[in-house]
């Protein structure tokens, strides 16, 4: 994905604390075409997985789960972090430490659309220290499924999130991965 | 937007008080399949409104906000709920209430991505009262920036957000129309 590592090293902010600033393609403005190619970059590298559906948590993984999930022809489904009126009374329930927001969020899923047999491919727009995948990973189990892949656009291979989700023993891919963010510069694989 | 009309005809549920739950396939599990067509749909309807940004609010309004500004091909803006840490500390702020989780809400957008200048196209996955459309529209005024359009998937027009809408002096489009709730059923346009 040259075309992302590009966006990265001309748009990119290290504003500090391992905090990456990507508001301007990624997770505040879009770039739907950038976007388009990483879900289709995604997909291809899960083709063999057999997902029957992409999962990811609302907000920032949206929009990379969708452009993956419409190339794979599968369903998405997101976890929402408030539980809207629409929702059915017994959801399956976790919590997640974000990040940028600095505090413990719920996730839910209707169990509707999660259940035994499905091959659930894990998307999100980060992969950090793993807390959100892993969050996700146990809303699948409490439906009897399975997870099948973990795709990200950005990987910060330094907070070590590819570690903490390898006991899911599934194949994790990143599009981007930034090695070292620690002396101010945003340092690319 | 047969297809559009026949989903919600087989899969929408009438939960009473004007809520209408399509968590099947626009705003918890989502077909991208029938989103991309939706998007390409509400494209086709502002290409001579020369859009410079599509704008739209968390959640529900990313996927077909994405899919129309893929389209269309200029960037997707979204506005957040939540303040993350990478949002400048000056923004654009405004609130609004939300139909399905009985609140009020905070919407952010950061000045560096809407502009003076910008001809900005509105997008949502429904047309209620109005309130999200009318306050995207305030964030829009806050930057000297100039609305263009609004594009909804599902209108309820029972609820007149269109009404309320019209001060907006542009055109509205809705993929589909449901005229009535008020009886248990879901009539459709």
Redesign the interface.
Known sequence: MNALQQRIRKEAEN?GQG?L????FL???????L??QCGRELASRFTTAAATKVLTA??GG??PA??T??YL??????A?K?K????PERVFQTTVASH???RCEDLF??P??LQPGDRVLLIDDFLAFGHTILSLASLVRMADATVVGVGVVIEKAFEEGRIACNSLGVPIEALATVLDMSGGEIVLA
Chains 1, 2 share one sequence.
């Open positions: 504003l905090i600033k990507v508001t301007r997770n505040h403005q879009v770039d739907p075409l976007l388009d609302e907000t949206i929009v969708l452009m999930a419409l022809r599968v369903p998405l489904l997101y929402r408030t809207p009126i629409t929702l940028t927001k600095k899923v209707s509707e659309y």
